[in-house]
Nanobody, 123 residues
Framework: VQLQAFGGGLVQAGGSLRLSCAAS????????MGWFRQAPGKEREFVSS????????LYADSVKGRFTISRDNAKNTVALQMNSLKPEDTAVYYC?????????????????WGQGTEVTVSS
């Protein structure tokens, strides 16, 4: 099982990026998927999560109104549309599967952390 995040890059403040996460090896039927990020020297932090149906989403306060999470179960992918980017959004972004009981905002409840994708927002 492998998750691969891609779509990161360098963007100016106010710009947009769309991250994607592709899962291979199995489908995660019924599971929430999540995005986390880790800035240099900081702890990994929750960004957003989405239910299997896509009907339930959760966002960190810092990204609410700017980021939108979505998923395509037929393609086994999850996306994160990031608009109005700020320098403080600079981080490596990871996707993962909410495999264990516990808060959707807790990284410890997730598994199958793939290789992240780096996002740099210049001021």
């Amino acid at each position: 099982v492998q998750l691969q995040a891609f779509g990161g890059g360098l963007v100016q403040a106010g710009g947009s990026l769309r991250l994607s996460c592709a899962a291979s090896g199995r489908t995660f039927s019924g599971y929430y998927m999540g995005w986390f990020r880790q800035a240099p020297g900081k702890e990994r932090e929750f960004v957003s999560s989405i239910s299997w149906s896509g009907g339930n989403t959760l966002y960190a306060d810092s990204v609410k109104g700017r980021f939108t999470i979505s998923r395509d179960n037929a393609k086994n992918t999850v996306a994160l549309q990031m608009n109005s980017l700020k320098p403080e959004d600079t981080a490596v972004y990871y996707c993962a599967v909410h495999l264990y009981s516990g808060s959707y905002m807790n990284a410890g409840s997730y598994e199958y952390w793939g290789q992240g994708t780096e996002v740099t927002v210049s001021s």
